[in-house]
């Protein structure tokens, strides 16, 4: 075991054993969710974000959205191991959902975007995902269609608003209102005794008790923000010996991280997802390899903190990441101005 | 010339040169769509067909739902020539829009299915479409989705309510709802006489004078409503003389309904398409090879009444088209129920 392995299990198992601790410090949603100080969420550009997030002509050939990966109203994701893109290319890893994607302190799964405006850009100019040669492409086709001029405007102010950066920017705002703060547990965490069920509270007791918390804390359930000499990724797997998950779900072929810094410290670190809407969100892990949530906890309590949880126990916590789902608000279907010409081949 | 043609052409001048009379023709959309006696329209069911319409996971690999196609609020189509189905399959004919549908007498550029149930089922089990073995196996995804069941059983009653009938009744009386009877046309036949523009009402009266109507008469502009000795479908093109349209168009291409009775006088027999929400729904034909709406006028003048109409004619009646769209009723993103397993490759 390497003085890294040894550090983070040290503090895996501080964690566990803290467990007590953990939790007294549930957290509910925020209502709102916070946004950068050049991109104040407004209502204006919610509107115009969400056309644009289920605008197909986003995509090179006309087939994708970003909800095309990531359906809204189907728990933001495409409930499959790993998404399709333009000309039926498999992309690499697992689609996360946009639900309450507004908390994470960096986007994707290996953490190279800073932000959601960043991230936005990615998937639009990725040639297995949406496949345009560079996001002006795509700002160039909302352009030859007029009717979205006077949204950018309402949006942006006059001039010359239809530009990658607004782009970015609305669809941003618009999955910064994609948040989820009325699910059962966080009606609990405020309160409701009865949002919860028996099992449901012993789920959330053990899931503190055997040391989920350490990673999967905060009110997103994503683990440690961004401080001073803290860092936002874990590393997945932590524990090889007798882990007979890690090849059956091939779990360290992709290298995480390390494709985005090269730095061998940063094989197989990972963002921390959230564990909101998990029940929506099968496939599991990165790759997408796992089928069910009760076959996802039992690798994780084994790949990270060691242990090998009876039947039970997986069913409790099974029933308390339940209770970390939806509702999603209610929104209206946006509609999408017409192109006065053909555009797509 | 056949007698076939010239009958058809005899009754294309007739109808232009009694134009007066259609005019006087003009029907707003009526508020709601007929539904057969054996699927009434009731919110349960359109609430049902609206998840079901929406859900990729009736597709073989779950990237396509009924509106990866036929985009309820981006004009009922997808925009492109022909559609790209499941594994980036191309289908042959270019995807009708599914707005006022409820209103054609029956379905498919080729009339093949006789009402929206049948058609439902079509595009599901089509293998370059959304590629399900058959029907059933759609069927039994949603089956493995508890939180259907409740829907299918408040819109069928209780029992084995999950069924292909169930699940092609329930999307049909959903499309049934989307019609779109407020367009600025139907407000001008309603009475308000400023809903259109005098370049609007200019189209309108060309519309009708050089003989659009013969076709594309009705409250749909679909055409001849079933009738003993009336057939709902039209030769197009008409006028192959000094037609420079059909070699760059290749409009002759396709057989046309042809395909479905191998009948012979059904050579490029057409169902005559609805001209509502046109303006949304580039490019244009069966076969999507014109790209704009005025090249379309310009492309039907020549084809079926051997005009050739000037810029300002081809002007006035594109906008007398543009007074056919929408608006289309705000409707609510369905919201999709979870699988408990992850049951797409």
């Known amino acids: ?200 509270q012993r789920g959330m007791e053990q899931f503190a008790a055997i040391g989920c918390t350490a990673c999967h804390s905060g009110a997103a359930f994503n683990g440690p923000q961004p401080a001073p000499g803290k860092s936002v990724f874990q590393k997945f797997p932590l524990f090889a010996d007798g882990n007979p998950y890690i090849a059956k779900y091939k779990l360290t072929d992709d290298q995480g991280r390390y494709d985005v810094t090269k730095n061998d410290a940063d094989r197989h670190m990972w963002r921390v997802p959230t564990l909101r809407n998990i029940a929506w969100t099968a496939p599991y892990f990165h790759n997408g390899e796992v089928k069910t949530l009760s076959e996802a906890v039992r690798v994780m309590a084994k790949s990270q903190l060691n242990r090998e949880l009876d039947d039970a126990t997986v069913g409790d916590i099974v029933a308390f990441l339940d209770a970390l789902s939806g509702p999603f608000p209610k929104q209206e279907m946006p509609q999408l101005p017409p192109a006065p010409t053909a555009m797509l081949e």
């Open 1 to 200: 075991m390497s003085r890294q392995d040894t550090r983070l299990v040290a503090l895996a198992l501080g964690i566990a054993l803290s467990g007590a601790a953990f939790a007294a410090d549930w957290q509910a949603l925020p209502d709102t969710a916070p946004a950068p100080a050049d991109n104040p969420t407004t209502p204006a550009k919610v509107e115009l974000g969400q056309m644009l997030y289920h605008d197909a002509r986003l995509s090179q050939n006309g087939t994708l959205s970003c909800a095309s990966c990531h359906s809204v109203m189907g728990g933001g994701v495409d409930n499959r191991p790993t998404s399709i893109g333009v000309g039926n290319q498999h992309g690499g890893r697992n689609a996360p959902t946009v639900w309450n994607a507004a908390f994470h302190a960096t986007q994707f799964w290996d953490g190279r975007a800073p932000s959601l405006e960043e991230q936005a850009k990615g998937p639009i100019a990725n040639p297995i995902e949406m496949g345009m040669p560079d996001v002006q492409a795509a700002v160039d086709r909302v352009r030859a269609i007029p009717g979205y001029k006077p949204y950018f405007d309402k949006a942006f102010g006059t001039g010359d608003t239809v530009t990658v950066d607004n782009l970015a920017k609305a669809i941003a705002a618009y999955e910064r209102t994609l948040i989820t703060p009325n699910s059962p547990y966080d009606r609990f965490v405020k309160g409701d005794k009865a949002a919860l069920s028996a099992q449901q």
